[in-house]
């Protein structure tokens, strides 16, 4: 029986959690209630209203120090079977029987997530309780074949051969790492954020990849796939009471440990920097084309969070900068010549990043000064009014339609909680837009708010990092000779059983929490 919104846990701690606030969202017409597990500490945010699509998340923030891919690889592996479940795909399984709207699971820089989503009772019970096996209690902690299936190993399929290096991920982030404009996102990330986790790729760097050892990626999963390092989601009309109930059988097997998961804070560079960066480029005379150079400019625009007005004035100021066709940061750099494709951007929580592909040699230089004039120019004249009328019209519709389509509501809504929670901030604001956008909306009736921001963010912002990618059309040799040579050594250590026996067990594999800005040409 679908619950109202009205329905209330009354006696949480009968379910091992305790209360600790609950708030009417009126946004999404949602009683949210965040709770807390008292023998383990880990979080619970429990949404109750008239949604039948019901949706689960598992959420353990699982920031990285290296480029192993340890989080990317735990991700796949976990759902190789667990001890409730012990088949080797239930995953599979479960896309094949399961009448769920969504079933996934997300390795970003510093958390990973897993949820699912149904609008059958059942059936959405069934799914959490595979998935909350899978992560608790994964066999890959106890399969090491699983680990080199999904991560990576040496395949020999024959002692004549060749032998290489496979893996579900490794070979993912192979062609993840042959796209020039993955390269450049990659990046840009990493020259922004040179001193934290996102520094370093979650993904995994397949030149780094083969360094993980079985024991560091248990260790990884002992440390952060805890309880106590968990937040937990539910959203819909199902019976909250169910909720605590499910998830208490799971939790109590554990006791409250501390975890260290905290991301640190990227501290703001003192001056711009310009960094150069190549990539494996094909040759001109075999492709021909003559490989070209890409240009970003970044900013880090805050080393903290935004509060929650500031965060939607900057959502406006995107939207005015680069989000229609006759936006004009967008419109001058198309218009340009300067690079054969169109502009892409990127616009994280703390980060911007504006760019432009397909950029000769000559006119890179020339980006730069293009994006830098034309901020200072919006930073002088500002924006038409009835430019800046027709973002806040478009973008107060879509936050109050909350339409995502096919992906599930509440899925969207746990992501949009996750950008504040997930790092000791509050659960309910992100969910709680109308009072900041009713501020946000008097202060433009009497102010520019745009001239001074665009001031702030971008001119007077010294974390600023241009990044140059350059096309090396030896580099992707180089690259592989590099690889064979480490597969090489390691094969000349083995002696002929241990060949053998390499033979044997081949053929494995048969198949920013700180917001930022960029822009640039392509």
């Known amino acids: 029986v679908a619950a109202s919104p009205t329905v209330a846990v009354e006696d949480p701690t009968a379910f091992g959690f305790e209360e600790v606030k609950t708030e009417f969202v009126q946004e999404y017409n949602s009683v949210c209630t965040l709770y807390k597990h008292i023998k383990t500490g880990a979080e619970l945010m429990s949404v109750t209203n008239e949604d039948e699509n019901k949706v689960f998340g598992a959420v353990f923030r699982t920031p990285p120090d290296n480029s192993t891919g340890i989080p990317h690889i735990l991700e796949h592996s976990v759902l190789c079977g667990s001890r409730k479940y012990p088949i080797k795909e239930p995953f599979v399984e479960l896309m094949k029987g399961s009448l769920n709207t969504f079933l996934n699971a997300f390795t970003y820089p510093d958390r990973t997530c897993y949820p699912v989503a149904s609008t059958n009772l059942q059936d959405f019970y069934n799914l959490v309780d595979v998935y909350l096996d899978a992560v608790l209690h994964p066999n890959c902690m106890s399969d090491e074949q699983t680990f080199e299936q999904e991560g990576w190993h040496y395949e020999l399929n024959e002692v004549s051969e060749e032998m290489t290096f496979k893996g579900v991920v490794f070979n993912e982030m192979k062609g993840v790492y042959s796209s020039p404009d993955s390269v450049l996102g990659r990046e840009c990330q990493q020259a922004v954020f040179p001193d934290n986790t996102y520094g370093v790729d979650s993904g995994g760097d397949p030149v780094v990849i083969p360094e993980l050892t079985f024991e560091m990626f248990k260790d990884f999963h002992g440390q952060f796939y805890h309880p106590s390092n968990g937040r937990f989601w539910f959203y819909g009309d199902d019976d909250p009471n169910e909720r ?140 038409s009014d009835d430019a800046v009328e027709a973002a806040v019209n478009t973008i107060e519709f879509s936050m109050r339609e909350n339409n995502t389509g096919r992906f599930p509501r509440g899925l969207s809504l746990m992501l949009r909680s996750m950008s504040s929670w997930l790092y000791e901030g509050d659960a309910f604001e992100p969910m709680k837009f109308s009072e900041p956008l009713a501020k946000l909306k008097e202060r433009l009736a009497k102010e520019d708010v745009f001239k001074s921001l665009i001031k702030k963010v971008f001119l007077e912002n010294t974390h600023k990092v241009t990044l140059e990618l350059q096309p090396d059309t030896g580099l992707g040799a180089l690259m592989e000779a590099e690889e064979k040579a480490k597969i090489q050594a390691f094969r000349a250590s083995l002696d002929e059983t241990q060949l053998l026996e390499a033979v044997v067990g081949g053929g494995l594999e048969d198949e920013l929490r700180q917001p930022t800005f960029c822009i640039g040409l392509k």
């Open 244 to 383: 605590l109930k499910i998830l208490d059988n799971f939790l109590s097997e554990f006791e409250a440990r501390p975890v260290d998961s905290k991301v640190q804070t990227q501290k703001f560079f003192p001056e711009p920097k310009y960094v150069i960066k190549k990539y494996a480029a094909g040759d001109s005379e075999a492709t021909g084309e003559e490989p070209k150079n890409f240009l970003t400019v970044n900013w880090l625009l805050s080393e903290d969070r935004f509060d929650p007005e500031t965060d939607i004035a900057m959502g406006f100021l995107d939207y005015l900068l680069l989000g229609t066709p006759a936006a004009p940061l967008r419109q001058v750099l198309e218009e340009s010549g300067l690079g054969e494709g169109g502009v892409v951007w990127a616009v994280g929580n703390f980060f911007f990043e504006p760019a432009k592909h397909g950029v000769s040699e000559e006119n890179v230089p020339k980006v730069e000064e293009l994006i830098m004039a034309e901020l200072k120019r919006l930073s002088e004249e500002g924006f």
